[in-house]
């Protein structure tokens, strides 16, 4: 089992800056995770936005955050980060951080085993 808490939403104008930060019960890095961050807009599918296989750091992002959006993890505080950057209105969702096992990455959100409650994150015109 793995408990995931998201932290670092709220609220910014169009430009600016987050740093969301998802918090694990234990380490996410022995064997190998695949971690991902998600988003739901109101009326709107779970979105994959970015995705790091942990064993090896490989990182994979959705096109639409591409350059905008970087995804990290830091081992020692078993924490997964999402820096965004240039934030849009359409940006505007909740954002949820996931983990599964195994070395399929990314991979489609009904197969991630552990999600984290969520954070807000609303982006003003």
């Known amino acids: 089992q793995v408990q995931l808490v998201e932290s670092g939403g709220g609220s910014v104008q169009a430009g600016g800056s987050l740093k969301l930060s998802c918090a694990a019960s234990?380490?996410?890095?022995?064997?190998?995770?695949?971690m991902g961050w998600f988003r739901q807009g109101p009326g709107k599918e779970r979105e994959g936005v970015a995705f790091i296989y942990t064993a090896d750091d490989y990182k994979t992002y959705v096109d639409s955050v591409k350059g905008r959006f970087t995804i990290s993890q830091d081992k020692t505080a078993n924490t997964l980060y999402l820096q965004m950057n240039s934030l849009k209105p359409e940006d505007t969702a909740m954002y949820y951080c996931?983990?599964?096992?195994?070395?399929?990455?990314?991979?489609?959100?009904?197969?991630?085993?552990?999600w984290g409650q969520g954070t807000q994150v609303t982006v003003s015109s």
């Open positions: 996931a983990a599964a096992i195994g070395t399929w990455c990314p991979r489609p959100p009904a197969n991630f085993a552990y």
């Open positions: 234990r380490s996410t890095y022995t064997g190998g995770y695949c």
